[in-house]
């Protein structure tokens, strides 16, 4: 079992970091074995090689459906007019849709990544804002299917591809039905599932404490059976917001007219709903114990190294690895 801490490979961020060597001190610190890498621009400091990272987050937008479909009225409905989110894209067609995609994954097999993670849904500012779905979970899921088969036919990636659970529509981990599903209409052959625990207790949308969080992990790996044996890796943290959410759901709230103002509102939101806090209660070694995960990575949100590196081991500690 690795145990990973989540990072980002972009100039302005990695400015915490002065080279190579002090990211490694701080995978150590972090009593880390490496770290999963998401690309969040341009990289000249040449920290990450294959020797600190194990994992990369896959290049992903919230919604990205509705442009797959070549759905127009949606789009329009959605950005409003076609410069809108064909910029927002960067995209006129699929294959320049995918052009991202393919370039994380050309990376990964580079740097020798051994898993990626690919996020299984899809949803709008506007689903945010009212928390009414617009899409069922089998559309998403069929679609991402579509997409993953496109983006690895005749090629000889070596890393795991990773399926990773949200809390809007797609695989949420509700349904052991949609899981195989999502396993069954990939091609790909070295595929899994990385179960985000902080995700899967946001989906039931009542999760107020750790421990009722951490009973519904628990529940939802042996619901899952057989299937569970897919459970590769976690991103391991907590999110016990479901005050929040009821409340949400419970007022409303006027989109903003213009889309990267509506964009703004449903991602306040989703901090509000998402928090990747880290685990405090010893229980927590329960999940690991039952999954047997692979890979386990600290995705926990902290503004400055100082604060991830305290958060981690507060984390740490509930494992009982300090």
Known sequence: MKHIVNTVSENFWLEQYKDKAD?????????????????????????????????????????W???????????KLHFGTQEIWEGYYRAKNREEFLLPYRADMEYA???GAEYVVFHVNDVSNEEVISYKWEHSD????????????????????HFKLLFENLFTPGMMLLKPSETALMLELTDYENKGILMDTGHLMCAPQNITDEKQGIDFVLETVRKH???????????????????YIQKHKATFIEPKEEFYERWAQGYDI???ID?????ENPRVREILELVEPEYVTHEISAK?????????????????RI
């Open 138 to 157: 089998e559309e998403v899921i069929r679609a991402v299917a579509e997409i993953v088969n496109e983006l690895t036919r005749g090629k000889n990636y």
């Open 225 to 243: 059976g057989e299937l569970s044996k897919y459970f590769k890796a976690l991103h391991l943290h907590k999110s016990t917001t479901g005050e």
């Open 275 to 279: 928090k990747h806090q880290p685990f």
């Open 65 to 75: 459906l509705d442009f797959w479909n070549s759905d127009i009225e949606k789009l």
């Open 270 to 272: 989703i901090l509000n």
């Open 23 to 63: 990211m490694n001190k701080f995978i150590s610190d972090c009593l880390c074995d490496g770290c999963e890498v998401i690309r969040g621009g341009e990289d000249t400091t040449g920290i990450y090689d294959k020797d600190n990272v194990i994992g990369v987050h896959l290049f992903f937008y919230p919604a």
């Open 304 to 320: 400055t190294r100082e604060e991830k590196l305290e958060k981690v081991l507060v984390q740490m500690k509930a494992l009982g």
């Open 109 to 111: 097999e580079a740097i």
